[in-house]
C-alpha cells in the first residue's frame, strides 16, 4: 500500500496558529455571553492533549496487531484509489457516529470519552482535551478491517475525521449557509453537543457529517445558547483526576452494589443508572440509558454528569 501521510502530525502547526488567533480575537473583541479561554482550563486541556499522543501510541500497539490479523484472515482487498478513499473516509464517518453515540450511553465507554466533555469552556484548546485511554473505539471499525480496508488507509480516515473536527471547537463562528449546516458538522451543531442542558444531552455525534444524527433521530439544532461541561461537573485541573475520575466512580458503585446484576449494570447502562430508581429500572430494561437520544430531560439531568 502506498504510504499515506500523517495528517494529524502536519496538521499540529494550524492546531497551534489558530488557537493563538483566537486567543487573541477574544482580547481584541472580547464576547460578554462566551466564556473565552480561562488558563487553568486551557492549561488542562493542553496537557490532556499532549499526554494523549503518549498514550495513544503505547494503545495503538495491541489495535494494529488485532486489525492486521484480521486483515491477514479476511479474502477481502478495497484498491487504494482516490474514489476508493473517498468512500472509505465516509464509511470511517459513519462508523464513527456509532462509536460516539456508544460512548455516550455505555458507561464503560464514557468514562474514556467524558474527559473531552469535562470542560466548562469552549473553544479550540477544548478540541485537544482528549482521554488517555482511547483503548475503546476499535471494535466499531473492524467491519471495514473485514470488507479489506487496509489497517493504515483507516488510520489516515480516522486522522482526517479528528483534524476536522479542531475547528467546530469554537464560539467565533456563527451558523454557515444552510445547505452546509444540512449536511456538515459545524461549530453551531457541536456547541449543542458539548451543552449540558437536557434538550442538548446526547446530541449531534457526527464527526465530518451531521446527516447520520438527521437520519438516525440524534440531531438537535441550536436554538439556545448551550451551557458546556458536565451536568455535575469536575472540580479539578489535574490531568490525572482529569483522564480517571469516572473509572473511579465507576469503581465506587461497582463496589458498593448489591448483586452481580447491579455491578455489571454499572458498567454497560448509561452513566445515568442507579439501582432502584424508575429511571434506572428503565434503562435496565432498554439496555442502554438513552435519556438524552430521547429529549427526556428529567432522565438525561444525570446522564452526563460524573459521579467524581
Not at 34 to 58: K, Q, V
Not at 218 to 224: L, M
Amino acid at each position: 500500500m502506498p504510504q499515506l501521510p500523517d495528517v494529524v502530525l502536519w496538521s499540529i502547526p494550524a492546531f497551534v496558529l489558530l488557537t493563538v488567533v483566537e486567543m487573541v480575537s477574544y482580547r481584541i473583541h472580547p464576547d460578554e455571553d462566551a466564556e473565552g479561554y480561562a488558563g487553568r482550563d486551557t492549561a488542562a486541556s493542553l496537557s490532556m492533549g499532549i499526554g494523549s499522543l503518549f498514550t495513544d501510541a503505547l494503545w495503538k500497539i495491541p489495535v494494529v496487531a488485532i486489525y492486521a490479523g484480521v486483515y491477514a484472515l479476511t479474502p477481502l482487498r478495497v484498491p487504494l484509489h482516490w474514489w476508493t478513499v473517498l468512500l472509505m473516509l465516509l464509511a470511517q464517518d459513519f462508523f464513527y457516529y456509532w462509536s460516539h453515540r456508544g460512548h455516550h450511553v455505555i458507561r464503560i465507554l464514557w468514562a474514556c470519552h467524558v474527559v473531552h466533555h469535562s470542560s466548562r469552556n469552549f473553544n479550540l484548546s477544548t478540541a485537544l482535551r482528549q482521554p488517555w485511554t482511547s483503548l475503546t473505539s476499535w471494535p466499531f471499525y473492524l467491519p471495514l478491517i473485514v470488507l479489506g480496508v487496509h489497517p493504515a488507509a483507516l488510520a489516515f480516515c480516522s486522522s482526517v475525521n479528528l483534524v476536522y473536527q479542531f475547528w467546530i471547537h469554537t464560539e467565533r463562528v456563527d451558523k454557515l449557509p444552510r445547505p452546509l449546516e444540512f449536511l456538515l458538522n459545524t461549530p453551531s451543531h457541536h456547541r449543542v453537543h458539548h451543552a449540558s442542558q437536557g434538550s442538548y444531552l446526547d446530541r449531534n455525534f457526527g464527526g465530518i457529517l451531521i446527516v447520520w444524527d438527521r437520519m438516525f433521530g440524534s440531531f438537535t439544532a441550536e436554538t439556545e445558547r448551550p451551557v458546556y461541561g458536565l451536568t455535575k461537573n469536575i472540580a479539578t485541573y489535574n490531568p490525572l483526576r482529569v483522564a480517571t475520575h469516572e473509572y473511579a466512580a465507576i469503581a465506587r458503585d461497582v463496589a458498593a452494589a448489591g448483586d452481580w446484576r447491579d455491578k455489571m449494570r454499572h458498567l454497560v447502562l448509561g452513566p445515568g443508572w442507579r439501582p432502584g430508581t424508575a429511571a434506572g429500572t428503565a434503562a435496565a430494561a432498554e439496555g442502554v440509558a438513552v435519556e438524552g437520544a430521547t429529549g427526556d430531560a428529567a432522565a438525561g439531568t444525570v446522564a452526563r454528569g460524573s459521579a467524581a
